[in-house]
């Protein structure tokens, strides 16, 4: 293998964000990123949005499993406008300024995707998540939501999370995800198979940083 190409810079910390609906490989796919940077010397960090603090909340909890009505939608965004911003303070922040990488699993466009399906307007949502970092990777992996739910039924053999339930929810979810890509954006069709969903995030990170091989 020729050595005249550049090395990646393992030292300059990065954000890179997995989108999707659930069922279309971000697990797999940041694990397999998470793998190759580490046995190219990089410092990572594995994270996800909304954290546990978040997804832990009584009043969170009793809307993603029952559509417990008992919460606004527009205060459960801020809550999670306000999570994110405790995390990317606490642990983003600091860890990037360290020199690592950070794998974020969701980010502020899942935000924008399922408070606009939430029927929040989605002004509201980009104002309570305002001067949030735009990441330096944005990986979209992009499924029907149809493709989406039957991989759910198969992986766990139910849906447990009643908005996944509807269809037609999770359909304007992914169009809202494609509505606000943005400059950090990459689009992968997550029908591909992992091994070559994996090659191409490869070398997309090597086309913007340096050798991973």
């Not at 009505?69 to 922040?93: F, K, N, P």
């Not at 989605?122 to 970092?133: C, H, I, M, P, W």
Request: some cysteine; overall charge neutral; charged content about 30%.
């Amino acid at each position: 293998m020729s050595n005249d190409r550049p090395d990646m810079d393992v030292a300059s910390g990065k954000l890179i964000a997995f989108e999707g609906l659930d069922g279309c490989g971000k697990t797999t796919q940041l694990g397999a990123l998470e793998s190759m940077l580490r046995a190219r010397g990089a410092s990572v960090l594995c994270t996800r949005q909304p954290t546990s603090h978040y997804r832990e909340d009584p009043r969170v909890r009793a809307y993603l499993e029952r559509g417990d009505g008992s919460i606004g939608m527009e205060e459960l965004c801020i809550l999670a406008a306000e999570d994110r911003r405790q995390h990317l303070a606490t642990v983003i922040g600091p860890a990037l300024e360290r020199g690592a990488w950070v794998l974020c699993d969701r980010y502020v466009y899942s935000s924008y995707a399922f408070f606009r399906a939430r029927r929040v307007d989605l002004a509201f949502v980009r104002r309570a998540n305002e001067g949030v970092r735009i990441p330096d990777l944005t990986l979209l992996l992009d499924l029907s939501a149809e493709q989406a739910r039957s991989r759910v039924l198969c992986r766990e053999g139910k849906i447990t999370k009643f908005e996944e339930r509807r269809i037609e929810f999770m359909t304007l979810v992914r169009e809202t995800f494609l509505e606000c890509r943005d400059e950090s954006f990459l689009v992968l069709d997550a029908g591909l198979s992992a091994d070559v969903l994996s090659i191409r995030i490869a070398a997309e990170i090597q086309r913007r940083w340096g050798s991973i091989l």
